[in-house]
Antibody, heavy 119, light 105 residues
Framework: MQLQESGPGLVKPSETLSLTCAVS??????????WAWVRQAPEKGLEWIAT???????YYNPSLKSRVSISVDTSREQFSLRLRSVTAADTAIYYC????????????WGQGTLVSVSA | SYELTQPLSVSVALGQTAKITCKGNNIGSRNVHWYQQKPGQAPVLVIYRDANRPSEVPERFSGSNSGNTATLTISRAQAGDEAAYYC????????FGGGTKLTVL
């Protein structure tokens, strides 16, 4: 399975960060697959952002929940992330990934895309 | 949210055994997964459900989980094992440990 992130590499403060992940080599509607976003600020650790199932169930990091939304487009085999009101603290490499149910580990990752927040 | 604590760094001599811990409240009752991340690369799963290895991961990698500590063990450490290692759990939300930088001397 392959995942590929796409989206702007630069976002202005207070604006909305939007990224898309294209899934290939497998179905986004697979029963044992959940779809997730993880980010990594420069020289920092991994931070889970959100996870969703193709039917629409969503799970959010409590620290980001007020600003984040995740959605899926099964017809295009892709899922998306929106992060509102960004600040410099949101500058990071953003990864999309597949999580395997029932025990929710990440078994496939995109290569990651760097998003910088700057005026 | 559930907190996972890892040491910032661990050093191991070439060919020896490295142990990386991940501490959390009663973590033994949860399923712990481990990832290896080399500089400039995406993370790679090395252990899932405490002690299971994906087929492409060498047998030198093993895991255990009991009480308040989960442990990733790397036997016969090689230079190529130098990386950051992260533990992760799921409980209606996901959490990563802060990561451990493994240095092979």
């Amino acid at each position: 399975m392959q995942l590929q992130e796409s989206g702007p590499g630069l976002v202005k403060p207070s604006e909305t960060l939007s990224l898309t992940c294209a899934v290939s080599g497998g179905s986004i509607s697979s029963k044992n697959s959940y779809w997730a976003w993880v980010r990594q600020a420069p020289e920092k650790g991994l931070e889970w952002i959100a996870t969703m199932y193709y039917t629409g169930s969503t799970y959010y990091n409590p620290s980001l929940k007020s600003r984040v939304s995740i959605s899926v487009d099964t017809s295009r085999e892709q899922f998306s992330l929106r992060l509102r009101s960004v600040t410099a603290a949101d500058t990071a490499i953003y990864y999309c990934a597949r999580m395997v149910s029932v025990f929710f580990w990440f078994d496939s990752w995109g290569q990651g895309t760097l998003v910088s927040v700057s005026a | 949210s559930y907190e996972l604590t890892q040491p910032l760094s661990v050093s191991v001599a070439l060919g020896q055994t490295a142990k990386i811990t991940c501490k959390g409240n009663n973590i033994g009752s949860r399923n712990v997964h481990w990832y290896q991340q080399k500089p400039g690369q995406a993370p790679v799963l090395v252990i899932y459900r405490d002690a299971n290895r994906p087929s492409e991961v060498p047998e030198r990698f093993s895991g255990s989980n009991s009480g308040n500590t989960a442990t990733l063990t790397i036997s016969r450490a090689q230079a190529g094992d130098e990386a950051a290692y992260y533990c992760q759990v799921w409980d209606s939300s996901s959490a990563f440990g802060g990561g451990t930088k493994l240095t092979v001397l």
